[in-house]
Nanobody, 115 residues
Framework: QVQLVESGGGLVQVGTSLRLSCTAS????????MAWYRQAPGKQREWVAG???????NYADSVKDRFTISRDNAKNTVYLQMNSLKPEDTAVYYC?????????WGQGTQVTVSS
């Protein structure tokens, strides 16, 4: 079993930045791919960014050039650096990690961008 703990959300002003973190813990697993999703009120969960085991990054068009996904292998942690935040970025953000023993979701962290 793998547990994910997210942190870093909050209430911020338009144009500012936040960094989300998602740390995996458990026994006997290796991380393959990592991703971030988000779900705004009344909307379906949508994919935001992905990072493959080989290091390839991909982004949704809505966040390209503003968000950066990265990982720290030693800490089993994936990050989402969010710059130039907009009100439409307001959502609950979830990390997803695919491991050698299955896929796991974080508990979600609220990001609210105020204008």
């Amino acid at each position: 079993q793998v547990q994910l703990v997210e942190s870093g959300g909050g209430l911020v002003q338009v144009g500012t930045s936040l960094r989300l973190s998602c740390t995996a813990s458990g026994r006997a697993f290796s991380i393959k791919d990592m991703a971030w999703y988000r779900q705004a009120p009344g909307k379906q969960r949508e994919w935001v960014a992905g990072l493959t085991g080989g290091g390839s990054q991909n982004y949704a068009d809505s966040v390209k050039d503003r968000f950066t996904i990265s990982r720290d292998n030693a800490k089993n942690t994936v990050y989402l650096q969010m710059n130039s935040l907009k009100p439409e970025d307001t959502a609950v953000y979830y990390c997803y990690i695919r491991t050698t023993v299955g896929g796991y979701w974080g508990q979600g962290t609220q990001v609210t961008v105020s204008s």
